[in-house]
């Protein structure tokens, strides 16, 4: 028994190794190229009987494509050069390096068969099927093969943070959420001796406080630390570099969480000036470039005409049930504040009953505490008696807001971006009016899949500056898959 437990320790700790991960992960990414080679062959193949005289026939096998070692090989080692193998990236962020690394990689290939005259032995229709297929199937399977991991225990880097205040709690809460990043939280550590033995609860487990900074090496050997995470804002410059020094000595990896909160650091680059030795932060207001915009609108319009032929029946059918559902129009349609301060007409399925502000101004008079929720939130929680039975679905599932393609499609909306504003709001966003004035509004966006209903104002406010300073077609493509995930739960809508 005894002897088992110790082979079963050795094995675990084997497993655990970074050395270990790698493999599995280069495995990973050798699995996912020739799965993608397999279905772009077998494609290829079914294409060749549906399109009759359209497609030349394949004279070789699948075995032909599998000989080419040269292949999987230029794959796995731009891979490499990239760190996919030892970074710990969020989803995202990890997919969207994958997606440039085999868009680079098809046009090396496709690039290799043509010079090498080889086009006779491969397909070109199973290249750029091949292309298509691993843009999906690389990042999808490394999810499932990294959160398996995870699940079972060996994926995990317990980490131990300096800091246990807010900067810390939130990032502590932002790493943990997302088990793709892998990480275990273990602790805390805090000067403040009132903390000290105290439970912090984070994702709704809790967390203990376990004593001093000054008593890290202590701890990091105790509990087995791998990473430490610095998150200590109020921390000098000086101060803050002496003691990354001290624990780099410790661990395999520091991170620190710098004050930077609201600053645009997504798509920020890091200069280095040797000489100095100091690090340069260039950061760049996304959205306020031309291109930027016409590179956004050539998207939104792309999205749109794409999938017309789904949104135009959805459109037809909630109109009907509308007019069944209570007497007045099918659209609701208001003055909001667009790009630069100009009004546009929003477009919106109509939800309320037509008499819908007399309603509002007597029950909020009847309820003193909902009148100061409409004036935190804008928004009634909970039950509504504007709204009308079939107008709750749809606020639910926020279809309401179907409608706001056709603004998108006249270039007043974009599918993703800030709130679309009303006038008397425009006074209360102070220091943020010119940020979010300086695009155009969206149907959904940041604050959609970040609490939507339950940010007050000025919450708002703060993400959709955050979204307009950190914009990129990658970013909208998230929040659009988020907002489709968040609808579906019906998560923070009202």
Request: net charge positive; proline share 3%.
């Amino acid at each position: 028994m005894i002897i088992s437990c110790t082979v079963y320790n050795i094995l675990m700790k084997i497993f655990k190794s970074n050395l270990i991960l790698i493999l599995i992960l280069i495995f990973t990414d050798l699995f996912s190229f020739y799965l993608s080679l397999f279905l772009a062959y077998e494609i290829r193949y079914i294409l060749f009987y549906l399109l009759p005289g359209k497609l030349v026939p394949m004279s070789f096998p699948l075995s032909s494509f599998i000989k080419m070692w040269w292949m999987p090989t230029i794959t796995i080692v731009l891979i490499w050069t990239t760190n996919l193998y030892t970074k710990r990236l969020p989803f995202w962020i990890e997919a969207s390096s994958l997606i440039k690394i085999l868009t680079l990689n098809s046009v090396l290939i496709f690039a290799m068969v043509s010079l090498g005259k080889l086009l006779d032995e491969v397909s070109r229709g199973v290249l750029i099927l091949f292309w298509l297929i691993s843009l999906f199937l690389f990042p999808l399977i490394r999810l499932v093969v990294k959160l398996t991991l995870f699940n079972f225990d060996l994926f995990k880097e317990r980490i131990l943070f300096l800091g246990a205040g807010k900067t810390a709690k939130d990032s502590a809460s932002g790493l943990i959420r997302d088990k793709y990043l892998g990480y275990y939280l273990v602790g805390f550590l805090d000067d403040d001796r009132n903390k000290w033995g105290n439970l912090l609860e984070i994702c709704g487990k809790n967390y203990k406080v376990f004593g001093s900074i000054n008593h890290f090496k202590k701890f990091v050997k105790k509990l087995k630390i791998s990473t430490i995470i610095i998150a200590i804002p109020s921390l000098d410059a000086q101060s803050s570099s002496k003691l990354v020094g001290k624990v780099q000595l410790l661990v395999n990896k520091v991170i620190v969480v710098p004050d930077f909160k609201g600053v645009a650091l997504l798509n920020s680059e890091l200069l280095t000036l040797f000489d100095q030795r100091l690090f340069l932060i260039s950061i760049k207001n996304n959205l306020k470039s031309k291109t930027s915009q016409i590179v956004k609108r050539i998207f939104d319009l792309t999205l749109c005409l794409a999938s017309s032929w789904l949104i135009i029946p959805i459109i037809i059918i909630i109109a009907i049930l509308i007019k069944r559902d209570s007497n007045g129009p099918i659209f609701f349609i208001q003055d909001r504040v667009g790009k630069h301060g100009k009004p546009f007409k929003c477009i919106k399925f109509r939800s309320m009953v037509l008499n819908s502000d007399e309603i509002l101004n007597d029950y909020l008079n009847r309820y003193p505490e909902k009148k100061l929720e409409w004036q935190k939130f804008k928004k009634i929680k909970g039950f509504d008696p504007r709204v009308t039975k079939f107008g709750r679905f749809l606020r639910k599932t926020s279809l309401d807001e179907l409608p706001q393609i056709l603004n998108v499609i006249k270039g007043e909306m974009s599918l993703v971006g800030p709130r679309p504003y009303l006038f008397s709001e425009v006074y209360e966003m102070q220091d943020y009016k010119e940020t979010i004035l300086l695009t155009v509004p969206g149907i959904t966006g940041l604050w959609q899949i970040s609490g939507r209903s339950e940010l007050n104002f000025n919450e708002r406010l703060n993400i959709d500056v955050w979204y307009i300073l950190n914009w990129s077609v990658w970013l909208d493509l998230e929040i659009l898959f988020k907002t489709l995930v968040v609808v579906v739960k019906r998560e923070g809508a009202y």
